[in-house]
């Protein structure tokens, strides 16, 4: 079992930066891969992007590659998306989520197990 908590979201100018956390607990939560994706209303969950247990490798939606970086922190539980150069279009709810079992980096939202409650970001023009 693995619970996810995020945090950072807000409110932000186009070209401004903003860094999410995911703070997690269970003790596969350091085995896991793990991604972040977002949702706006009316529209399917979108891959942002996704990171391996080690941090070693990651996977990155064509939309956000060099501008988003995602890494994580096993000793402390957490999982970073560092957002920079934001623009309108990255408005979203974003969310991260857990894979403890397959150790591929998908982009496909059915393959995470484990979700938090999301975080609010809104980039304005």
């Known amino acids: 079992q693995v619970q996810l908590v995020e945090s950072g979201g807000g409110l932000v100018q186009a070209g401004g930066s903003l860094r999410l956390s995911c703070a997690g607990s269970?003790?596969?939560?350091?085995?896991?891969?793990m991604g972040w994706f977002r949702q706006t209303p009316g529209k399917e969950r979108e891959f942002v992007a996704a990171i391996s247990w080690s941090g070693d490798s990651t996977n990155y939606a064509d939309s956000v590659k060099g501008r988003f970086t995602i890494s994580r922190d096993n000793a402390t539980n957490t999982v970073y998306l560092q957002m920079n150069s934001l623009k309108p279009e990255d408005t979203a709810v974003y969310y991260c989520?857990?894979?403890?079992?397959?150790?591929?980096?998908?982009?496909?939202?059915?393959?995470?197990?484990?979700w938090g409650q999301g975080t609010q970001v809104t980039v304005s023009s």
């Open positions: 269970g003790r596969t939560f350091s085995s896991a891969v």
């Open positions: 989520a857990a894979d403890p079992y397959s150790g591929n980096l998908y982009g496909n939202a059915y393959r995470y197990n484990y």
